[in-house]
């Protein structure tokens, strides 16, 4: 009871107590102890400490100042990232390779911009947000950048990572301080420009039920930057403010996608194949290039690479040539890059040779039924040299950029992951467990055409893997007699393919043998190589479909055995 009330006027007047004791200690107890000397003596210690004073108040300073930029750490770094000027930004929009559908529309931006004094008489809405969307490595960055040049304003540039701080409130004072300087900016040349890359780190659905606050930060960061967006208006210098985000809109607050905040959108997809070919050639002015080299050839082998895939392809193969001491980059240099690129580096273990014939019997059967069966994706390579945790690949990649896989690829995806299975079996009669990850594959094709894409043979129609099953909380919707049907069509259709690849490849067995003999001989083969030794047996490439460009989820290419083996939807 004591004890609870003294405590009480501790907490309640725990200033005051420490000022008092504070004092005591400083003062009084020195004073009341050199009273009892003599008087020199006691000049003399004065003396000594009021001459040190200013030192002493110097390392106090300097100590908070370190304890300060602990607590409040990346002080220096934010200062440093966002400190962009625009006379060092000069990226033309010449510069932006591709993206002809985004660069229009940034350039109707720069018009804005530009024009924002008629657009005031006239009432029109002056832009504040806009938003990009598309995958790391397609020039997001090089297009704000752009925009900034041409329209000739400032340009600051920033990242969602650098606002995520463990204390509450840093993030949200360095939104703070990253308008302000902007608004300086602004005073000074009209307009500026605010670059935030990975907005989604700042951006996303704020949380408001997290028992341990650990939310509670971003979300004071994300509502700084909606004031501070509020905050625009229309009479004040001009600032733009640009998200760039990897991930899709749909994850952002939907705060920030009200009016007067981002409205709008732009996508920045991967490059097509004429835009590759473009930003190829456009690399290649940078590096000492054979001028023999087909870049043409090049942007089809290098289908669904971004931009900066494409420059890391070049410097690549710049370090392939330099470990070779040639002055030149040649075709087999850039070859070999986008192979490292896409496979990963070779990594040679010691098999014994029945292993290794197995493995290239295996990959010899993937082969013929991609460059036989498959309807649209080409052989790009294929090897049994050992590279990060895979002893064989069939790369292979789409012989124009597809958007959408209809049925007939789909089984093309499957047939091609069984050929590995039906080669051992033809062979040695008996299957090794390499087929693991093939199976694995084949079986997400058919198991998604069956359950959610309605391509099963037993008139099956609608996506069944939407309806809960087993103990979820609206219980098992889903019959055991329905499940048991849907499983038995995916089961169907891997089989009917597996009749219809080990039909193949015994009536070409010839050809089977001779790949296996090839593989083991050379390790890796070409695509050239690949169709030199099928002309020989009369089998000609197939021509390539013309087909319209079609938009929906991107694919990525495939690869047998490979690390990224499911051939997506
Ligand atoms: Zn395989």
Known sequence: MVWAKIRLFFQRNWLWVAIVVGFIVAILIPVWYMSGMEE???????????????????????????????????????????????????????????LTEAKREAWEMVQLIKDRAALKRVGGKILHGMLMIGPPG?????????????????FLSTAGSEFVEVFVGVGASRVRKLFKQARQYARAYGACIIFIDELEVVGKQRTFMDAFGGSSESNSTLNQLLVEMDGLTDDESHIVVIGAMNAREEVLDPALMRPGRFDRTISIGRPNLQERQEIFEYYARKIHLD???????????????????????????????????????????????????????????????????????????????????????????????????????????????????????????????????????????????????????????????????????????????????????????????????????????????????????????????????????????????IVSIFLEYGKPPRPIPLSPPMTANAAPEGMQDGVASAPAL
């Open 40 to 98: 020199s003596v006691r000049r003399y210690i004065v003396g000594i400490n009021v001459a040190s004073l200013p030192w002493g108040i110097l390392q106090t300073l300097v100590f908070v100042g370190f304890l300060y930029l602990l607590q409040y750490g990346g002080g220096f770094a934010q200062l440093r990232k966002s400190k962009v000027d625009a006379s060092q930004v000069k990226v033309r929009f010449t510069d932006v390779i591709g």
């Open 138 to 154: 397609c020039g997001k960055t090089m297009l704000a950048k752009a925009i900034a040049t041409e329209a000739g304003i400032p």
């Open 291 to 529: 001028p023999a080299v087909d870049l043409a050839r090049l942007a089809r082998k290098a289908v669904f690479k971004t931009p900066a895939e494409i420059e890391n392809i070049l410097k690549e193969a710049a370090l392939v040539a330099v470990r070779d001491r040639r002055e030149l980059i040649n075709y087999r240099d850039l070859s070999t890059a986008l192979e490292r690129i896409e496979l990963g580096v070779a990594h040679r273990l010691t098999m014994s040779p029945r292993e290794r014939e197995m493995v290239a019997y295996h990959e010899a059967g993937h082969l013929i039924v991609l460059y036989l069966m498959h309807p649209t994706d080409d052989v790009f390579k294929a090897s049994i040299v050992q590279r990060a945790g895979t002893l064989g690949v069939v790369h292979h990649i789409p012989r124009e950029e597809l958007h959408l896989s209809d049925r007939n690829r789909l089984l093309g995806h499957i047939k091609t992951s069984l050929g590995g299975y039906a080669a051992e079996k033809i062979r040695y009669g008996v299957t090794t467990s390499g087929v693991s990850s093939d199976f694995t594959s084949a079986m997400t094709v058919a198991h998604d055409m069956v359950w959610s894409l309605g391509m099963g043979e037993g008139g099956l129609i609608g996506d069944f893997s939407i309806i809960p099953a087993g103990q979820s909380m609206k219980g098992n919707q889903l019959s055991e007699a329905l499940k048991e049907k849907l499983n038995m069509e995916t089961q169907r259709i891997l089989h009917d393919c597996m009749v219809e690849v080990d039909q193949v490849l015994r009536t070409e067995s010839r050809i089977l043998d001779r790949f296996a003999a090839e593989l083991l001989r050379r390790e890796e083969l070409d695509y050239d190589e």
